[in-house]
């Protein structure tokens, strides 16, 4: 049986400049009840305890944890000031099963910074073992199957400032412009890449403002040739030379945002678009795959669902169908640094998202289109239309397909065969899959197994490489995790886990 603890030190932090501090201050939780927490006997004459102190703030960021909102504890010291180079141990007794208890003894690190967590196993030895042969099949199947998703941006740039989105903050889009050339990426790939299947080219900005996007693309197609491009763009700059490098150089997928079927509401949203250049850029997308008798790139389309467009989402589903779209991903509006709660969030309205997403699905067997969705949220309340803006295609109908001026030469298409779900069967148990097949790049540095993870695996250096991260021990620990379901405190914010992004496909 696993139990996992949760701890944070909030004094002394090393902004207190203290040295040898006379008490410790922080709180501790338990995925367990805590029946009591002592001092060990070694200790006691030394050290006293107080635990049980309100701490709502837990309570509120930690649910599900017993005990949560009284969990605040103070160490104070006798005669003896604390080392804070060592650890400070604690005997705790937990509730098991049905009144069965269990004392265990746990370590608190007071030289740490941030929260932390231990995990305690009554059979670890065997666990561990476990874990380890599946970590070595998991790599030897790598080996055959190549199935990482590298996630990454190749700029910091955006032509867009979008009302949800983290770049019309200025300490955003002013920074510095950083522009990954196609040698850097070639370089960071060198050793990773027999086990990627494929590279996203852009998580939080457009790839296409780039000026070494053509050329990392060619880079991409000639020295791995097995790894699928995927790339999201808001279409603005997809013209007709970048439609050319799509339709040559073998892009895969291609994720393109538009949160609307109006002129009005997709350019209040999506602030600088223009709907109609946009929208012609992707016909003529959709026209070259119909010339050339090409089934790539993939066309999806990225909607995020708000208060003041789901209205527009039934009807999406057409236009989705006039442009030769094959899935199109509804997803809510996610929280970000700037904000947690947005007016246009729908999980402030939770029944007109439970109305309007019947609509949806409705639509998209009508039109035999595939979407992924949400799930319903849960609540018995129902959302009464009133008022409801009426939708029609006129905006949509009155644009024609931008002209190639571009001559496509040679449009190839490439056949891939790499890895996956049901080439790691061993996986199965595993609450999560991301640390197994992804590598999130953030500001061409840091590197995580998602993007919502919030604890870095480590840094892009001279000493530290993709594959290194991606092996290392730190890696495997997360991937341990969530073999064995355990609690990873990393993964609270995650949309997934908050119904806010879709999973599966719904029709």
Excluded at 96 to 120: M, P, Y
Excluded at 472 to 492: A, T, W
């Amino acid at each position: 049986m696993v139990i996992n603890f949760l701890y944070c030190i909030d004094f002394p932090k090393k902004s207190d400049n203290v040295e040898k501090p006379d008490q410790i201050r922080g709180w501790l939780i338990c995925s367990n009840r805590i029946i009591n927490i002592v001092i060990p006997e070694t200790l006691k004459d030394n050290y006293r305890l107080e635990y049980g102190s309100p701490r709502p703030d837990v309570a509120k960021f930690f649910r599900g944890f017993p005990g949560n909102d009284e969990c605040g504890y103070i160490i104070s010291s006798n005669n003896e000031p604390f080392n804070l180079q060592q650890n400070f141990f604690l005997d705790v007794e937990v509730d098991i099963f049905r009144g069965k208890t269990k004392k265990l003894r746990i370590a608190l690190d007071l030289s740490a910074t941030s929260i932390q967590d231990i995990e305690v196993d009554d059979d670890e030895k065997n666990i561990l073992a476990k874990t380890n042969k599946i970590e070595e099949k998991f790599v030897n199947s790598l080996k055959k199957h190549p199935w990482i998703t590298v996630r990454m941006d190749i700029t910091n740039k955006c032509n867009l400032h979008c009302i949800m989105c983290h770049y019309k903050e200025e300490e955003i889009y002013s920074k510095p412009a950083k522009n990954i050339t196609a040698d850097q990426l070639k370089h960071q790939l060198k050793d990773i890449a027999p086990f990627v299947s494929n590279i996203m080219l852009s998580c939080g900005f457009e790839p296409l403002m780039s000026k070494h996007f053509p050329d990392i693309v060619t880079m991409l197609n000639d020295n791995f040739p097995h790894i699928e491009i995927d790339l999201c763009t808001n279409g603005m700059l997809l013209n007709s030379k970048a439609r050319k490098v799509f339709i040559e150089k073998n892009i895969s997928h291609v994720i393109l945002s538009f949160d609307g079927v109006t002129k009005q509401t997709l350019e209040k949203i999506r602030v600088g678009a223009d709907y109609g250049k946009i929208i012609g850029n992707i016909m003529a997308l959709r026209d070259l795959k119909l010339k050339y008798k090409r089934n790539l790139p993939t066309m999806f389309m990225d909607f995020v669902l708000m208060n003041s467009n789901i209205h527009e989402a039934p009807l999406f589903v057409q236009l989705c169908a006039a442009l030769g779209i094959e899935i199109i991903d509804f997803r809510h509006l996610v929280g970000n640094i700037f904000f947690n709660e947005h007016e246009e969030m729908l999980s402030n309205n939770r029944e007109k998202y439970n109305y309007f997403r019947k609509l949806i699905i409705a639509e998209s067997k009508k039109f035999n289109i595939k979407v992924r969705l949400p799930e319903p949220f849960d609540t018995a309340a129902i959302w009464t239309p009133e008022n409801i803006p009426t939708v029609d295609l006129s905006d949509f109908n009155s644009v024609q397909p931008d002209i190639q001026t571009e001559e496509i030469v040679n449009p190839i298409e490439r056949i891939h065969h790499n890895g996956k779900e049901s080439d790691f069967p061993f996986l199965s148990e595993a609450s999560c899959l991301r640390p197994f097949n992804e590598i999130m790049i953030i500001d061409q540095e840091k590197i995580l197994p998602c993007s919502y993870y919030s604890d870095a695996m480590g840094l892009l250096d001279e000493n530290n490489t993709l594959y290194s991260i991606f092996f290392s021990e730190r890696y495997q620990k997360v991937r341990r995790k969530k073999l064995l379901s355990r609690f990873d405190h990393n993964c609270l914010n995650c949309p997934i886990r908050l119904n806010l992004l879709p999973t599966d496909v719904v029709v």
